[in-house]
């Protein structure tokens, strides 16, 4: 077969070329005075090497021998590495017997069509898949965080999570059940209702994040923050969107507020409501507490946050400062659900600054680095991607929009995109690169930048969506697992990163593609996910993470994500055509928690207190979010804070932070090394995005193909979520006349902006520039340069004009 056992051979052929090469550096060869010797040995060698190569020669049946034997270990790319040096025997053996193919194209043809029986049948064993290791967490981890299913025990991670050198324990944590607050919105959505209903009852009433321990904010709120915020929204009915399904959540409120607490098994309405019997609204009153224990962490002068803090205490003194982009990018979809369902719009604030000032910190390629300073604003390593410290803060921007309407997170990922797609993308696979100048650095696929296709899939680009995909796919057929890193260049698995922890990012991204192009190959690729975690992963304690994807050794770790994403993913995969996701608008967060899809609407500061929902689609309605009000002015007032509602004093706050802040980057622009751009940014500013159209800058060959998916308008198809969001006019109304399922979200190109015809967009100098001049000539000087500017602007847009009437005119020849 293509990928058969060849070892043998090719160490033959190593010997073969060593003989050859010997052969011609003997000194017989080179004596020109003993002719007929020469001859001799010569003739002897030549018989030798004939022997030796019948000897070595693969029995064959007369096909070509390339099919018989294994394919080198180095990829064939379009841009070649540096030959490696030759590794170890036992090394050798290894990378012999796990020789990777990458070429997606010399499978087999196009697979048989997916049936609905084995559509039935894939949903049945995904869902025994959940339960298997569900159904063992409670057995033997539960209220603990987190199973260990090869020796049946438990470990309570939360304060575990991202501290690799395990610092700063907690001598007293327990555990608060993480794996069942993760796992709890995958109920809903297999549709275990009974059990998702017991799940939200006992959160409700025995869940306490008053602990003294140290977590990973990130960690803390895409799993513990995002868990109660999605299985509130599902059980208060807020992801319902149908009026059908409306009015069958009222009548769940309705026998709701009658019953009470009667209700001990917490049945359903209807086939459709999720609403919970009993439920009233506690889970939001949780995730409000928690949300401002990790709002602690945000008190920075740069705004962006800790990437520690103690649920208890807040930030330790002497705290490390350094984070990654992702930990300080990834808040928005939880905080900002979090202030439209409480009306408190301190998180999506804190949230949104947080992002501003990482962005305003980019090169001027646009490229981020790994990690930052939140002190300094500094970066610590300056090489960034779409992998492993980068990966949601990308997701985010895009999904912000999604969710919220937020036009100025799309922006800023329409700048992102173009950055990434010129400067990592490498035919397929993403590597590293510099901030500063672009150049790559770690030439390395991770199994965290699987989860990019799916997203380039929300956005439209297909084309570059099904090529990394099939890169990604390709490596799982081999292994039978995602290896944590990846040399491409090499075709090896990285020496000290090669587990597979059960990752969800490769089945993400295949539902999301089957879902736009309702192709079957995507279903075959999921079911053979399914038979790989099963063979290589179940054990009778639940599912073992792999210590190695080559030797399928095991570790005793099933982490939360699995029953939160990985299993999600794959229902959905397989899921009925009226399953989950039919009339509910869902946006999943990156841990694949669903939230509600918000409508579009004016800014938070304009808004106040007013509700973004419908009080009655709150939980218990006005009184619910009254009382917690209520609970905040309480708190305040007990910790003796009268003066907190003092405009003048938090006036006077604002603007002593906003002077601290310009002080801190005024300070830093000395030091900044050439290719950063230093930006005295205001923080509470819109974003001018630098590219309106990214489509532009993405047409060039050497891009590998990149961008060539994408629509002329770049709108995400919302469609394979199940998803979208009705346009709205200059007064907040929706048309009348204009259906939701076929309204574009995203507009990138609309004509109200013009990029520079050879991909690059003129900067305009600012009239400051002119004011701040020193001198009459430096003034004249900044004057000349900004005509210049201009007119070059205006010639370039007055060709892209020219271009778009020409072809505009064509069109309509066409359509005559």
Known sequence: GRVGHGGDDRTAAWRLEGTAASTARHPLALCSGRDEMARGARLAVTLLTLVLACCAAPVSSGAPAETHTRPTVRFTSSRRGSASPRPSASARAVDDAFAFDPDPASGPGPPPPFTEAMRVAAAAEVKRMFHH????????????????????????????LGNLRREHLSSTYRGVA?????????????????????????????????????????????RALGGLLSAHAIAAGLISTSETARDDDDAARAETSRDALHNKSASFVSKTSLVVSGYKGELLGLALDLGERLLKAFDTETGMPY???NLRFGVRSGETAETNVAAVGSYALEFGALSRMT?????????????????SRRSDRDLLGNTIDVKTGRWINRSGGIGAGCDSFFEYLLKAYVAFGDAEALDVFGDAYVAVMKWYHDDGWYHEAHLDNGAPTHMQA??????????????GDLESANKTWSKFFALWTFFGAQPERFLYRESAVHPSEKQYPLRPELVESTSLLFAATKDDAFRHAGMKIVRDLVSNHEVPGGYASLKDVRLKTLEDHQPSFFLAETAKYLYLLFDDPEGFLTQRDAVFTTEGHPLP???????????GEDETFSSSRLGNGKEANESLRLERRERVFANGSDDA????????????RVKRER????????RTPPGVVVRDVDLDAPFRRRWPDPTLSLRDASLHGAGFGLTSRTCPNLHVVGSAVAEEDGDGESDGDVSERDVPVVHFACVEDLADANGERAEVPEVSEVSSASSPAERLAALARQVETLRKSLMQNRDALRAMETAAAASVTAGE
């Open 343 to 359: 009306g408190d719009w301190r998180f999506e604030h804190a949230s949104k600054r947080a992002i501003k000032a990482l962005w």
């Open 663 to 670: 002080a801190v980057r005024l300070s830093s622009r000395r």
């Open 307 to 309: 990437a520690w803090v």
């Open 446 to 459: 991770t199994s965290l930048q699987a989860f990019w296709p799916g997203l380039q899939t929300l956005l």
């Open 133 to 160: 290791g569900y159904d063992n967490y409670l057995r033997h981890a539960f209220p603990h965080d987190e199973l260990k299913p090869l020796t049946k025990s438990y470990t309570d991670s939360l304060g575990e």
């Open 597 to 607: 899809v918000f409508r579009a609407r004016e800014s938070a500061e304009a808004q």
């Open 178 to 222: 993480l794996t069942l607050i993760d796992a709890t919105s995958t109920l809903a959505v297999l549709g275990n209702h009974s059990e998702f209903a017991k799940n939200v009852l006992w959160m409700s009433r025995h869940l306490n994040f008053d602990q003294d321990v140290r977590v990973n904010a990130f960690e803390c709120n895409i």
């Open 645 to 656: 509602f003092d405009v003048a004093a938090v006036s006077e706050a604002a603007s002593a």
